[in-house]
């Protein structure tokens, strides 16, 4: 079994649980992490245990020939230009999300991807949850059957109480609700719905609680999308609500439905279709980073390398095609016109 050595760009709040969830997978091991600030590289290697060297220089951590994969934990303003840095060096990546704030800094490093043989793996580790892979064998079994409709729903309040507030308050840093944090749901609706979405109206509002006053744009964003054979998706992002962390998924298809981790399926027997029956699978109930399944993904993103095939469920295609549509859906909120995909 290969090894897999895998250097990390920035040492902050994600980095502590991807570096932990690295190390736990079969093949990866952190070996290197690059950080503009100064860290002392023995007290580095005694947190995360093994020999890891510290860079304060990108460029020569990328030239490092020991090193297989980059693991991206910047702030999000900062992913697009070590993710087409490490593409160029050959590295694989893994890169946090959003991939970027702006159509042109996707379309770049889609760019630099194209002839590329580097894999690469985007965290949208919602889709290997375990409520969502226990929501994707349902699907993929016929208990629902054709889905009409679907809503995914992001509801987890980031205000001055919350780690990543400091800076995500701001455009400049965070892009949008969606961008910001409800990119999970949009993300999610597409791994339901699958097909081609190619319409999007989206609207979005603010609250008046001074707990969020510091925001310079909408802090909740809802919107509907139109897929090329009719089918209808919806997706609110809220990072304004004052309540738990919430993420709603209702699926709605002709043989039955699906609501958070219950669901009703006629093609099972006699259920009586006047009560749910339970999926007996963890809930998405966290935006910490320590509760999210990283392990879980990053194990299938080096099983993939060893087999020498594309990232499941979210490699770079996959995260784009969720992008585009996120674009797409802030340029109709900002406008208040329907967009086009």
Same mark, same amino acid.
């Given at each position: 079994?290969?090894?897999?050595?895998?250097?990390?760009?920035?040492?902050?709040?994600?980095?502590?649980?991807?570096?932990?969830?690295?190390?736990?997978?079969?093949?990866?091991?952190?070996?290197?992490?690059? /950080?503009?600030?100064?860290?002392?590289?023995?007290?580095?290697?005694?947190?995360?245990?093994?020999?890891?060297?510290?860079?304060?220089?990108?460029?020569?951590?990328?030239?490092?020939?020991? $090193?297989?994969?980059?693991?991206?934990?910047? *702030?999000?303003?900062?992913? +697009?230009?070590?993710?087409?840095?490490?593409?160029?060096?050959?590295?694989?990546?893994?890169?946090?999300?959003?991939?970027?704030?702006?159509?042109?800094?996707?379309?770049?490093?889609?760019?630099?991807?194209?002839? /590329?043989?580097?894999?690469?793996?985007?965290?949208?580790?919602?889709?290997? +949850? +375990?409520?969502?892979?226990?929501?994707?064998?349902?699907?993929?079994?016929?208990? $629902?059957?054709?889905?009409?409709?679907?809503?995914?729903?992001?509801?987890?309040?980031?205000?001055?109480?919350?780690?990543?507030?400091?800076?995500?308050?701001?455009? +400049?840093?965070?892009?949008?609700?969606?961008? /910001?944090?409800?990119?999970?749901?949009?993300?999610?609706?597409?791994?339901?719905?699958?097909?081609?979405?190619?319409?999007?109206?989206?609207?979005?509002?603010?609250?008046?609680?001074?707990?969020?006053?510091?925001?310079? *744009?909408?802090?909740?964003?809802?919107?509907?999308?139109?897929?090329?054979?009719?089918?209808?998706?919806?997706?609110?992002?809220?990072? #304004?609500?004052?309540?738990?962390?919430?993420?709603?998924?209702?699926?709605?298809? /002709?043989?039955?439905?699906?609501?958070?981790?219950?669901?009703?399926s006629q093609k099972l027997g006699m259920l009586d279709k006047n009560k749910w029956s339970q999926l007996s699978c963890a809930p998405?109930?966290?935006?910490?980073?320590?509760?999210?399944?990283?392990?879980?993904?990053?194990?299938?993103?080096?099983?993939?390398? #060893?087999?020498?095939?594309?990232?499941?469920?979210?490699?770079?295609?996959?995260?784009?095609?969720?992008?585009?549509?996120? *674009?797409?859906?802030?340029?109709?909120?900002?406008?208040?016109?329907?967009?086009? $995909?």
């Open positions: 079994m290969k090894t897999y050595n895998v250097g990390v760009v920035g040492h902050g709040w994600v980095a502590s649980a991807h570096i932990p969830a690295i190390n736990a997978t079969s093949q990866g091991r952190v070996t290197a992490i690059y /950080s503009n600030r100064a860290l002392d590289a023995s007290t580095v290697c005694a947190k995360y245990g093994g020999d890891i060297k510290v860079y304060n220089d990108l460029s020569a951590m990328l030239a490092d020939k020991t $090193l297989d994969a980059i693991s991206i934990c910047s *702030f999000p303003k900062d992913h +697009s230009r070590p993710f087409i840095a490490a593409i160029k060096a050959g590295k694989h990546v893994i890169v946090e999300k959003p991939l970027a704030l702006n159509p042109r800094e996707l379309e770049a490093m889609a760019a630099a991807l194209k002839y /590329s043989e580097s894999k690469t793996c985007v965290c949208f580790e919602v889709r290997f +949850s +375990s409520q969502f892979q226990s929501i994707h064998a349902l699907l993929e079994a016929g208990l $629902l059957g054709s889905v009409h409709f679907a809503e995914v729903d992001y509801y987890h309040g980031i205000g001055p109480w919350y780690g990543q507030f400091r800076w995500a308050h701001k455009k +400049s840093e965070a892009g949008s609700s969606l961008l /910001s944090a409800g990119c999970h749901a949009m993300d999610a609706l597409l791994m339901v719905m699958g097909g081609e979405p190619t319409e999007v109206t989206s609207y979005a509002t603010s609250s008046k609680s001074p707990h969020f006053a510091l925001y310079d *744009f909408p802090t909740t964003q809802i919107s509907l999308v139109k897929f090329k054979d009719g089918r209808i998706g919806k997706t609110t992002s809220c990072i #304004d609500c004052i309540q738990p962390y919430y993420f709603h998924t209702h699926i709605v298809g /002709s043989e039955g439905s699906l609501l958070d981790n219950r669901f009703h998405v109930d966290s935006g910490d980073v320590k509760d999210h399944p990283y392990q879980t993904q990053f194990q299938a993103f080096f099983d993939a390398l #060893d087999a020498n095939q594309e990232m499941p469920f979210t490699s770079f295609h996959h995260a784009y095609q969720s992008h585009k549509l996120i *674009f797409a859906a802030d340029k109709s909120a900002a406008t208040g016109r329907p967009v086009k $995909l």
